[in-house]
């Protein structure tokens, strides 16, 4: 039976859940992540895990101001259109934000903004898969699933607010 393999680590947006199959990484959950929001059973703890180490390594050096791109594996799993969604998030450049509606053209699919936004909500690789980019039409911060407050902290962070 496949297992994920997950470990915590501490950020100044709170506890977060890293975890992995493999040697790939599957998720960043947040500590008091909403039930079913991301589904990967059966999950094991392990502190050893290498990639779980290098990704837990990755985050303190952006949490730092050390590090803009990760250099990971990701292993995303969702529908095709999710998956479309969460690779356009991949393409949005450190310190810029998008909103639903571009993300939405450019998947090719500029009426599905509110499928956007949900597909947004379940991407299952936060910080790294940024959803944290995406705001909405007026440049207000919308929905996030670590909390406002741990959205606009990644922006500060990455230079996107300076508030």
Not at 5 to 32: F, T
Not at 62 to 79: H, I, M, P
Not at 119 to 146: D, K, M
């Amino acid at each position: 039976m496949t297992h994920y393999d997950y470990m915590w680590a501490a950020s100044p947006v709170g506890k977060l859940q890293l975890v992995a199959k493999g040697d790939v990484l599957a998720a960043i959950l947040w500590e008091n992540e909403r039930p079913n929001r991301v589904r990967l059973e059966p999950m094991i703890e392990n502190r050893s895990s290498a990639v779980l180490a290098k990704v837990a390594e990755q985050l303190a050096e952006y949490f730092a101001g050390q590090r803009s791109r990760f250099e990971v594996k990701l292993d995303f799993k969702g529908t095709d259109f999710q998956q479309q969604v969460w690779a356009a998030l991949l393409t949005i450049p450190f310190g810029e934000t998008r909103t639903y509606s571009q993300i939405a053209r450019q998947i090719g699919k500029p009426a599905a903004v509110r499928a956007v936004g949900a597909a947004n909500g379940r991407n299952p690789i936060s910080i790294i898969a940024p959803c944290h980019r995406v705001i909405g039409a007026s440049g207000e911060l919308t929905g996030f699933a670590g909390g406002l407050a741990a959205k606009q902290t990644l922006l500060t962070i990455e230079g996107a607010l300076t508030c």
